[in-house]
DNA sequence: TGGAGGATGTAGCCAAGGCTACATTTGAGA
DNA sequence: TCTCAAATGTAGCCTTGGCTACATCCTCCA
């Protein structure tokens, strides 16, 4: 056989990944969203605490999340050093603005993503565990795509005598 | 209007949320999941150097992360020391069987997740960008979800004459 | 109108995952 | 063979997000 340059191995996937410097790109926007991650849990489950229960306290956020109260008040602290909450010593945690926004927004996405799910034929138990994570990946386009699938299938489903 | 409890806010989601002990659960499996992200994208990396170069090396890895040299050595002493790698001064990197394992299941469920986004109609860079961080977080059952997904696009599409 | 107990705050610990700056080693080519 | 540039390693810094232990505050009820 005669040499070929460089490919030995069989490169496995011909037309798979993306460029290097592509790959960076997507590298470094996984590691933003990651970032992003606590404060967008944080702000949509103290619009859900506040919309269900009137205020929302550190120690519920705590049950909720399954981590310390002490936890929770540091991160609480970072969310209001970054202004997406307001509170004070010793009273109940609200947004701001801004963080209404986020919360509103993260909300929408997160039922989207479990509709979604279920709409493909996940159980109910798994499409809630995986959109908790999934969720903060997800872009608006493919926010776009979900929605349009989801649409397709309910709308196939009931064409066809529910 | 009559006193009717504690519903003064309308939920404004009836049957969306899981139950709060359910949602704890959710929350801790997603923790987790967070925690071996790191992991995933190195061996998959770790992985597909060896298969395209021969060796995997620091400054490679960094290169295509987007991150220090620093990092990457030592974050490739985190893997080490947890059975994922193997290397000694001033040499490549190799996998152990372990972490061959889970580079080449990290590969496959990547693979996949990009091939559900594209069949779902979400343009290459965003499927590219957005699975980086999606793959983390899905489950086999949701995994199998999407294969499905694929299978019947890509059926209906060569059935109407592609 | 006290307390007691629950909620909140504080201190200090830890690991992960980033970084910069500097030191050391390697190896390819002149 | 020697040198020097690139690769690797090390030190030390930072932030985040966990934890436990303890201190303080508030509030509700006896
Ligand atoms: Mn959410
Ligand atoms: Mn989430
Ligand atoms: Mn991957
Ligand atoms: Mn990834």
Same mark, same amino acid.
């Given at each position: /056989?005669?040499? /070929?340059?460089?490919?030995?191995?069989?490169? *496995?996937?011909?037309?798979? /990944?993306?460029?290097?410097?592509?790959? @960076?790109?997507?590298?470094?926007?996984?590691? #933003?969203? #990651?970032?992003?991650?606590?404060?967008?849990?944080?702000?949509?489950?103290?619009?859900?605490?506040?919309?269900?229960?009137?205020?929302?306290?550190?120690?519920?956020?705590?049950?909720?999340?399954?981590?310390?109260?002490?936890?929770?008040?540091?991160?609480?602290?970072?969310?209001?050093?970054?202004?997406? @909450?307001?509170?004070?010593?010793?009273?109940?945690?609200?947004?701001?603005?801004?963080?209404?926004?986020?919360?509103?927004?993260?909300?929408?996405? *997160?039922?989207?993503?479990?509709?979604?799910?279920?709409?493909?034929?996940?159980?109910?138990?798994?499409?809630?565990?995986?959109?908790?994570?999934?969720? *903060?990946?997800?872009?608006?386009?493919?926010?776009?795509?979900?929605? #349009?699938?989801?649409?397709?299938?309910?709308?196939?489903?009931?064409?066809?005598? *529910?």
């Amino acid at each position: /056989m005669i040499e /070929m340059g460089e490919t030995e191995a069989e490169p *496995h996937q011909l037309g798979g /990944m993306p460029a290097p410097d592509q790959q @960076v790109e997507n590298f470094r926007h996984t590691r #933003r969203a #990651r970032r992003t991650e606590i404060a967008e849990d944080y702000v949509e489950l103290i619009a859900d605490l506040i919309d269900s229960g009137g205020e929302a306290r550190a120690v519920d956020i705590a049950r909720r999340l399954g981590v310390s109260h002490a936890t929770v008040i540091k991160t609480v602290g970072r969310l209001q050093r970054d202004g997406l @909450v307001v509170t004070k010593p010793y009273r109940a945690i609200f947004l701001t603005d801004e963080g209404r926004r986020i919360a509103i927004w993260s909300r929408q996405r *997160h039922e989207l993503v479990v509709k979604f799910l279920l709409a493909i034929g996940v159980s109910k138990e798994v499409a809630y565990a995986d959109a908790e994570g999934i969720e *903060h990946h997800v872009s608006a386009e493919t926010l776009a795509a979900f929605e #349009r699938v989801v649409g397709e299938i309910n709308g196939r489903r009931s064409a066809s005598g *529910h």
